[in-house]
């Protein structure tokens, strides 16, 4: 089978995540290739494809704009199969509306749906996650990658349901996908912290940033992915209304991945809070491995 993955990253998440999938389809003997959206991207040819894999973080309750925006530019033959793995911080129910836009472009052009996965992975906002609980997260994500691969081997499609208040109230937040452009009048770099390194600038998926007489400036057109100011090595970006959301320094995923000592679960039936929505999220799961593989981590 031929598969091509595409997906939009804000600070490689979705990257990872994609790397983990195509790994799967490789080891199933399929051929994969890959397409990552930014900006420059041009609409891919995918007639000669078997199977288009989506993927995107969710914003917001929503899919980024750049994504969306991608996806209606798409040509492919009328009846192309295609299924989605999305990722996420968390799992609020609202989270589940997020594929809406994706869902009814393909369905009006012929698009056959095979079934729809949301993985969870570290937040890049409000604050960095645990160690322990990364490792929790990648556990959890190895079995539903191994659901989604038995799945969409057997032809079993799995929706994930959303109801219309969910929906509504996630077209409403949906306002924050032009909140980029506004927000990024109060971006600013702090010049004592700055080393002039200019990663931000090589690395916006927008090309959203540059130099002026020697000073780093922000354009308006913002995809709020927030790579500038999470990967900034001297943590020098100020980004305006959302400074508060604000989280800088790469997740340790090659050390958290070859760290075979044993896991000490973060989430437990005691959790509490924020990572109680966590609790039923890792059940489900676990159940659904357990009922396909007995147990066993493929
Ligand atoms: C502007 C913005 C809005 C976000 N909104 C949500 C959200 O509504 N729900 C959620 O669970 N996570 C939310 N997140 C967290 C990301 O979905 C999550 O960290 C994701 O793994 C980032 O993937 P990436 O590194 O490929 O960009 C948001 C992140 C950003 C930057």
Not at 16 to 38: A, H, P, Q, W
Not at 68 to 81: A, E, I, P, R
Not at 134 to 149: G, H, T, V
Not at 256 to 263: A, L, N, R
């Amino acid at each position: 089978m031929k598969v091509l993955l595409i997906y939009y990253t804000g600070t490689f998440n979705t990257r990872y995540l994609t790397e983990k999938i195509k790994e799967r389809f490789i080891m199933r003997g399929d051929s994969v290739d890959t397409v990552e959206i930014n900006a420059k991207t041009p609409p891919c040819d995918t007639f000669q494809y078997d199977l288009i894999g989506f993927s995107y973080p969710i914003y917001g309750f929503n899919a980024p704009l750049p994504f969306d925006k991608y996806v209606k530019k798409l040509k492919f033959n009328k009846g192309q199969k295609f299924f989605i793995y999305k990722n996420s911080g968390e799992v609020l129910a609202m989270n589940n509306a997020s594929s809406r836009i994706l869902l009814s472009t393909m369905e009006k052009r012929g698009g056959i749906f095979t079934g729809e996965y949301h993985f969870v992975m570290p937040y890049n906002i409000h604050f960095p996650y645990e160690r322990d609980f990364i490792r929790q997260i990648f556990e959890n994500n190895s079995k539903l990658a191994d659901i989604m691969m038995h799945n969409l081997s057997n032809g079993i499609v799995k929706k994930i349901n959303c109801n219309l208040i969910y929906k509504i109230g996630a077209f409403f937040v949906g306002i924050q996908k032009i909140g980029g452009n506004v927000n990024s009048f109060f971006y600013s770099v702090d010049k004592d912290k700055c080393i002039n390194c200019n990663k931000c600038i090589k690395n916006c998926p927008h090309d959203n940033i540059y130099v002026k007489d020697g000073k780093i400036k922000f354009h308006h057109h913002c995809d709020m992915c927030m790579r500038c100011s999470f990967y900034c090595p001297t943590n020098a970006i100020n980004i305006g209304l959302l400074q508060s959301w604000r989280v800088n320094g790469a997740y340790d995923f090659k050390g958290i991945e070859e760290d075979t000592s044993p896991i000490t679960p973060y989430i437990t039936k005691d959790s509490k809070g924020f990572y109680k929505c966590f609790i039923k999220y890792f059940e489900d799961i676990e159940n659904d491995h357990a009922k396909i593989f007995g147990g066993e981590t493929r």
